[in-house]
RNA sequence: CGCGGGGUAGAGCAGUGGCAGCUCGUCAGGCUCAUAACCUGAAGGCCGUUGGUUCGAAUCCAACCCCCGCAA
């Protein structure tokens, strides 16, 4: 047994984004961990102007006080990172590096990984974005060691929730974030007591998912090909990034013809329609776009023309075919 | 100087040389059991900025500022 208050564990971070500080924050302000640093990528030109930015760990730890370090993908600076930090237990969240074995192996407690997924489903980059995609009901945390393959570890515990019909990318991150970081200490410190078994994944059963599935390539809807069903879950898998998106038909007269239409929300609308597929028209003050189903269409209610800026149905609808 | 769209009332948009407009919102009043409903009325603008062309500019020309999409 160890009392984690009495004496604190050597926890070294890595992440880069503001899920990773939401965990970050916890841990640093949970007295049963001490954070020796945090490892980061590098600052990077970020928007129109290509300002240089630090990632959001790296901002809150040096406003911490928190020592931050880059390895860069170099074996040689993780090793360095090890000499310097000594670490006891390593927590990652959403770095978004290969990180090699021995840097894993090195801490007595382990390398610990928050997995927003029930493992072995959704192993990868985007689970979150893939289970709104497939229409899933219920999707998890997953808080497991790390091993050399890719989410391959055994499990410590799987923390699950239901995804809400409304749910977007977005708003499902948010409350697994807060979850993890609420739960995370806790189950930490029952690992370190030795009062968790870590379970093996089945391997078998493993599905995957990739960064290059959320893209913009794939963020367009295919009016021709896909369902109104499947219209809606991508729009909700988006946000906030990629974000669905379609060219408006050039042959319609209004100023929107052939512009790019970002798509933030919609929800299914029971509406007999004979329009092509992928075409805007209104209804009972009710902005719509037809679907290659003739009875159900896509109500639009946050969008984005290109050029503009990002406006509601009943904003858009004061302006159009006036 | 990466490419492109745009800046007109609080919001969304018309308006290509001749009195500043539409829809929504706001305010006041009316109607209704009721309302994101309806009726009546009102307030609200340096038309992004600066200069130029013109008898006359939101509108044409030049420069600049800002917002957005794409690309990175």
């Known amino acids: 047994m160890r009392n984690l208050i ?12 503001w899920e990773s500080v939401e965990t970050l924050k916890a841990l640093h302000q949970d007295p049963r961990f001490t954070i020796v640093g945090v490892i980061t990528t590098i600052d990077k030109p970020v928007g129109r102007k290509q300002i240089m930015t630090p990632s ?6 040096l406003h911490s006080g928190i020592e931050v370090f880059h390895t860069e993908k170099n074996l040689d600076r993780y090793q360095m990172a090890l000499d310097i930090f000594k670490p006891e237990l390593i927590v990652c969240k959403a770095f978004g590096e290969i990180v090699p074995e021995f840097f894993l192996n090195y801490p007595i407690y382990k390398a610990i990984n928050v997995h927003f997924s029930k493992l072995p489903k959704y192993r990868g980059a985007v689970p979150i974005q893939k289970a709104i995609l497939e229409g899933d009901k219920e999707t998890g945390i997953s808080i497991m060691i790390m091993s050399a393959g890719l989410d391959e570890g055994d499990v410590l515990k799987i923390i699950k929730e239901p995804i809400l019909e409304k749910d977007t990318n977005q708003t499902l991150r948010e409350r697994l974030v807060n979850i993890s970081a609420k739960e995370l200490g806790n189950i930490l410190d029952d690992w370190i ?63 929107y013809s052939g512009k790019i239409l970002k798509l933030f929300e919609v929800e299914l609308f029971k509406n007999t329609s004979e329009l092509k597929p992928g075409t805007l028209y209104h209804k009972d003050n009710m902005l719509l776009l037809s679907t290659k189903n003739k009875d159900i269409s896509l109500r639009v209610l946050q969008l984005q023309i290109e050029g503009k800026n990002k406006i509601s149905e009943r904003d858009f609808l004061n302006g159009f075919e006036r």
């Open 56 to 61: 959001k760990v790296k901002e809150y730890a």
């Open 6 to 17: 009495e004496k604190p564990v050597n926890t070294l971070f890595l992440g880069t984004d």
């Open 193 to 255: 007591n030795e009062k968790i078994t870590p379970v093996k994944q089945d391997s078998s059963k493993a599905t995957y998912c990739w960064q290059k599935d959320i893209s913009k390539e794939n963020a367009e809807i295919k009016w021709n090909d896909m369902e109104p069903e499947y219209i809606e879950r991508l729009v909700r898998a988006m946000i906030p990034w990629p974000v669905a998106w379609c060219k408006l038909d050039m042959n319609t007269e209004n100023i």
